[in-house]
């Protein structure tokens, strides 16, 4: 069977759970050499490990804090250096809160805006740079369906996907004469660890958010990893600057 990632060279930031550890995953069985980047990992070489014997391809944990730009810089660095190339990078890590509008303080904002926003702009700077001596690339983000329609008790939240949006269609128009291709997925309700903490106690509001969701259930993390893996490949090769909803159809 064809492997559509096949030997292509990956970061996905925040990959060492949830979203970004089943796209790490989907990326290794399409063949993709992946270096997952997160700032804590819990036993990773075990789980890295056991992908990349799975797949047969090489997968590596990266201790990465995407808000400290020298860090990413030598990380990106790092990985053209040994490599040759960075194919693709998915902007994944992220902060989510759910604070009523009233609650939202300054500095819980301005942290939210520094990994959501701040971090992903810086890297795509320094990436594209990267990408373009390469001949292109593609960069995804996460942006989310909340980043589209808003959502109560996200303000903060849903601020910072709304920019993450906006931010992808700039770039990807900026971009694409480098032969980079910029586009975002937006994720609806996903059942993570992180929702399963959120929510762990109120099973009445599950119900109620299923029941807005068109296709009658929540999101998987494999659900985002398949969008983001056709975007990854050649088989996107003329889709740049779009926000590709995996929402089961709760935005329309």
Same mark, same amino acid.
């Given at each position: 069977m064809k492997r559509f990632l096949e030997n292509k060279v990956c970061l996905i930031t925040g990959g060492g759970r949830?979203?970004? @550890?089943a796209i790490a995953e989907r990326f290794a069985g399409d063949g993709a050499i992946v270096y997952a980047g997160d700032i804590q990992w819990d036993e990773p070489d075990h789980w890295t490990c056991a992908v990349a014997e799975k797949y047969q391809t090489k997968v590596i944990p990266v201790?990465?804090?995407?808000?400290?730009?020298?860090?990413?810089?030598?990380?990106?660095?790092g990985i053209h250096k040994q490599e040759g190339r960075i194919d693709c990078v998915v902007n994944n890590a992220a902060i989510i809160s759910n604070q009523k509008l009233g609650?939202?303080? @300054?500095?819980?904002?301005?942290?939210?805006? @520094?990994?959501?926003?701040?971090a992903v702009i810086e890297m795509i700077q320094t990436v594209s740079r990267l990408?373009? @001596?390469?001949?292109g690339?593609?960069?995804?983000?996460? &942006?989310?369906?909340?980043?589209?329609?808003?959502?109560p008790g996200q303000v &903060?939240?849903?601020?910072?996907?709304? &920019?993450v949006i906006t931010m992808t269609k700039s770039a990807a128009k900026e971009l694409a004469p480098l032969h980079i291709r910029v586009n975002a997925v937006a994720p609806g309700i996903v059942k993570t660890e992180r929702f399963e903490e959120l929510y762990e106690t109120d099973s009445d509001k599950i119900d109620v958010r299923i029941q807005k969701i068109g296709l009658g259930r929540l999101g998987t993390p494999e659900d985002v990893a398949n969008a983001c893996a056709f975007l990854a490949s050649?088989? &996107?090769d003329y889709i740049s600057g779009q926000i590709l909803g995996v929402d089961g159809c709760a935005a329309i």
């Amino acid at each position: 069977m064809k492997r559509f990632l096949e030997n292509k060279v990956c970061l996905i930031t925040g990959g060492g759970r949830g979203i970004g @550890r089943a796209i790490a995953e989907r990326f290794a069985g399409d063949g993709a050499i992946v270096y997952a980047g997160d700032i804590q990992w819990d036993e990773p070489d075990h789980w890295t490990c056991a992908v990349a014997e799975k797949y047969q391809t090489k997968v590596i944990p990266v201790l990465l804090d995407v808000t400290d730009r020298e860090m990413v810089k030598k990380t990106l660095m790092g990985i053209h250096k040994q490599e040759g190339r960075i194919d693709c990078v998915v902007n994944n890590a992220a902060i989510i809160s759910n604070q009523k509008l009233g609650m939202v303080l @300054r500095e819980n904002l301005e942290q939210m805006y @520094r990994v959501n926003v701040f971090a992903v702009i810086e890297m795509i700077q320094t990436v594209s740079r990267l990408m373009a @001596r390469s001949g292109g690339g593609s960069i995804i983000n996460m &942006a989310s369906v909340t980043g589209v329609i808003g959502s109560p008790g996200q303000v &903060a939240y849903s601020s910072t996907k709304g &920019a993450v949006i906006t931010m992808t269609k700039s770039a990807a128009k900026e971009l694409a004469p480098l032969h980079i291709r910029v586009n975002a997925v937006a994720p609806g309700i996903v059942k993570t660890e992180r929702f399963e903490e959120l929510y762990e106690t109120d099973s009445d509001k599950i119900d109620v958010r299923i029941q807005k969701i068109g296709l009658g259930r929540l999101g998987t993390p494999e659900d985002v990893a398949n969008a983001c893996a056709f975007l990854a490949s050649d088989r &996107a090769d003329y889709i740049s600057g779009q926000i590709l909803g995996v929402d089961g159809c709760a935005a329309i």
